[in-house]
């Protein structure tokens, strides 16, 4: 891929030779993010619509499945022949999903169009991270990485506002529709990068059979978590045993072995991804119900600490993306470090705000300094992991890395859903319900933080065979 960039490492990642690729990503990572944002937003109102508001959760159970399915095949194939065909399949299917979804006239059309969304970004978002790899060097990464955590900020503030105003006002179905001129935009954009990428690709060995099989149980088995979560009923929890040995078995074939226990090399960024976002986003989906039911917060003021971290969590990226002299793997341990700490302080201000006889504005800065955690330890973990992962694997520990973020964060979402329903039900209190879920979450978080010092290589540094950056 020498012909991608200059002979002179790029001093930017918005330096000529990469400003392609740069204005490329991001626009793939917003779309991507819109779409989270900004359609989570719109579903209800197009469920009842469509007079489908009890298959409302498929809506959302139908994108996860098939976002976990897009990683995996997404990192097999970007080992094999590069990350192009990925990223153009996975922009072409965006399109589909859009208009599928737009033109919904009945529910479960609705549905599918969100599956081939959540297909099509979990293309996306594996390929990128090949791209970074084989585009940047090691010295730009932590930059561009910031640079997509900030691609999240804007869609978080501004999309369910959007997507709110547009489905009361105008149609829910142009929260769609609208998303479609900036896909068409950021393929016309990243189409030269993806035609030299494709020419100058490295093809690889994949070892190995089909991991299909594996994505497909580790999806259905989160999946059908998540809708016991929402219906926690006794036929389906008596089923929860066969869904947890069934995503499980997935798991231990699509993770790098060690995972679990936090192996130094590939395995622990991994892991300790798995732990962070399960962790934040385990407590997050209950950040605004915990603040209306126990201090009768309004929607906007219940809702304004996720705001608010999207704000810190940019900060935090860019903050780790700073230049520095030395730029060790023990620095990147120690922004670890402090980003588990400071999602541990935030989970356990949670927990003290979910009390009854505690005021709700402590909610804010707990947020804040979470946000702020999330931004210095996510993007630490991915430049590590492209440290420690060779050109063979990017792909595969790319989609390793995703599909413990999706789990992790799928799996204590679910577990906080119970929490919530079996308060609803009167089996436990709600203040018991919130403050076991913060605590637990909080509990998660600490266990990052004292294994964050495995994340380190495999094999000595001046052992290891090093790799020549693409810019160079």
């Not at 897009?70 to 970007?78: H, I, K, L, N, P």
């Not at 060097?137 to 990485?145: A, E, H, N, T, Y």
């Not at 700073?322 to 023990?330: E, F, L, Q, W």
């Not at 973020?405 to 709600?430: C, E, F, K, P, Q």
Request: with cysteine; aromatic share 6%.
């Amino acid at each position: 891929m020498a012909d991608l960039l200059d002979d002179a490492e790029p001093a930017s990642i918005f330096a000529p030779a990469l400003r392609s690729a740069t204005l490329g990503l991001l626009i793939v990572i917003t779309l991507i993010a819109f779409e989270e944002m900004a359609v989570s937003t719109a579903l209800p109102t197009a469920a009842r619509d469509l007079h489908g508001v009890g298959s409302y959760g498929f809506a959302f159970t139908g994108f996860l499945v098939a976002n976990i399915v897009g990683m995996v095949a997404s990192g097999r194939r970007s080992d094999r022949a590069g990350p192009a065909g990925p990223i153009a399949v996975g922009i072409v299917g965006f399109v589909i999903g859009l208009v599928l979804a737009g033109t919904a006239t009945t529910m479960t059309q609705l549905i599918a169009g969100r599956v081939v969304q959540g297909l099509a970004g979990g293309l996306m978002i594996t390929a990128s991270y090949v791209v970074i790899a084989q585009a940047y060097s090691d010295r730009l990464r932590p930059k561009v990485f910031a640079a997509t955590s900030s691609a999240w900020v804007v869609p978080s503030l501004v999309g369910p506002l959007i997507a709110g105003s547009l489905a009361q006002h105008v149609s829910w179905r142009w929260v769609f529709y609208g998303l479609v001129p900036f896909t068409l935009l950021g393929a016309a954009l990243i189409a030269p990068v993806l035609r030299r990428l494709h020419g100058a690709a490295i093809r690889h060995e994949v070892e190995g059979g089909t991991t299909l099989p594996q994505a497909v149980a580790v999806a259905v088995g989160v999946g059908a978590l998540g809708l016991i979560a929402e219906h926690p009923s006794v036929p389906w929890l008596c089923t929860l045993p066969v869904w947890v040995v069934l995503a499980g078995w997935g798991l231990r074939a699509l993770l790098p072995r060690g995972t679990f226990v936090v192996r130094p090399g590939v395995p622990a960024p991994i892991a300790l991804r798995g732990l962070l976002a399960g962790s934040f986003f385990g407590v997050e989906s209950l950040v605004p119900l915990s603040l209306t039911v126990q201090h009768h917060f309004g929607a906007t003021a219940a809702g304004l600490p996720l705001a608010v971290s999207g704000l810190s969590w940019a900060t935090g990226s860019f903050w780790q993306g700073r230049a520095v002299a030395d730029d060790s793997t023990a620095r990147r341990v120690a922004l670890m470090r402090a980003g588990f700490s400071c999602v541990t302080l935030a989970l356990v201000g949670m927990a003290v705000t979910a009390l009854p006889s505690s005021p709700g504005w402590p909610a804010y800065p707990s947020w804040l300094v979470g946000g702020l955690g999330m931004g210095l330890t996510m993007s630490s973990l991915s430049v590590t992991l492209l440290r420690f992962s060779s050109p063979a694997r990017h792909g595969a520990d790319a989609g390793a890395l995703q599909l413990a973020d999706a789990t992790g964060s799928a799996l204590t979402t679910a577990v906080g859903g119970m929490a919530v329903a079996g308060a609803a039900r009167g089996v436990l209190g709600y203040t018991s319900a919130f403050v076991a879920v913060d605590l637990t979450m909080a509990a998660i978080a600490l266990l990052g933080l004292l294994v964050a010092g495995r994340a380190r290589p495999a094999v000595p540094v001046d052992t290891a065979t090093p790799v020549e950056p693409l810019a160079a």
